[in-house]
Nanobody, 124 residues
Framework: QVQLVESGGGLVQAGGSLRLSCAASGRTFSTSVMAWFLQAPGKEREFVATISWSGGLTKYAEYVKGRFTISRDNARNTVYLQMNSLKPEDTATYIC?????????????????WGQGTQVTVSS
């Protein structure tokens, strides 16, 4: 069982940056594919980015390509989301997620472990 705790969210002006962190506890983190999803009020959770267990393969939603970077540090049991050039439409709760024994994680239906989420608000 993996427990995920996000941090790093907050209020930022458009064009600014944030780095989200997701700290994991449990013994299976290093072999789990990790991902970030977002959820806006009244909406379903939406894929943002994913990273393979080794960090060698990443995928991004089209609307964040070139702006967001996902990374992981397995020695620290932590996954990150560097968010640059933030836009007001990026405003949402960002949720860390993982799945054991998978290459990539791009669907909320395939998640084994969810964090509680951290709020990101981008002002105009």
């Amino acid at each position: 069982q993996v427990q995920l705790v996000e941090s790093g969210g907050g209020l930022v002006q458009a064009g600014g940056s944030l780095r989200l962190s997701c700290a994991a506890s449990g013994r299976t983190f290093s072999t789990s594919v990790m991902a970030w999803f977002l959820q806006a009020p009244g909406k379903e959770r939406e894929f943002v980015a994913t990273i393979s267990w080794s960090g060698g393969l990443t995928k991004y939603a089209e609307y964040v390509k070139g702006r967001f970077t996902i990374s992981r540090d397995n020695a620290r049991n932590t996954v990150y989301l560097q968010m640059n050039s933030l836009k007001p439409e990026d405003t949402a709760t960002y949720i860390c997620a993982g799945r054991a024994s998978a290459l990539l994680l791009m669907s909320s239906q395939n998640v084994n472990y969810w964090g509680q989420g951290t709020q990101v608000t981008v002002s105009s």
